[in-house]
Nanobody
Framework: QVQLVESGGGLVQAGGSLRLSCTAS????????MGWYRQAPGKQRELVAV???????TYADSVKGRFTISRDDAKNTVALQMNSLKPDDTAVYYC??????????????????WGQGTQVTVSS
């Protein structure tokens, strides 16, 4: 019913920048919080940044001052601008959204959705 598609990953040298984007599509009524998570090899998935429906962001301590999360509700997108990248930022980045969707003409549902992930590799 709802799909999240990410784009923008790639290979960059330390100190460089990348911009990730994620678009939600499907039978969407509204989207609550949207966020980015990452998972490095051998590690658990961790929160990178989240933004509420009101536009309030929260960041992991490790990315504060370097990453900026934003959203465009008219396009159902969330973006992550990543600056001053470090090798420790290397991971698969996943988009996440808390979505209220249409079950049918009368009923709505709510669920948590994930994108397929996009690889970010930062070389030293």
């Amino acid at each position: 019913q709802v799909q999240l598609v990410e784009s923008g990953g790639g290979l960059v040298q330390a100190g460089g920048s990348l911009r990730l984007s994620c678009t939600a599509s499907g039978s969407i009524f509204s989207i609550n919080a949207m966020g980015w998570y990452r998972q490095a090899p051998g590690k658990q998935r961790e929160l990178v940044a989240v933004i509420t429906s009101g536009g309030d962001p929260t960041y992991a301590d490790s990315v504060k001052g370097r990453f900026t999360i934003s959203r465009d509700d008219a396009k159902n997108t969330v973006a992550l601008q990543m600056n001053s990248l470090k090798p420790d930022d290397t991971a698969v980045y996943y988009c996440n959204a808390d979505v209220v969707y249409y079950r049918n003409s009368y009923l709505r549902g709510r669920d948590d959705y994930w994108g397929q992930g996009t690889q970010v590799t930062v070389s030293s």
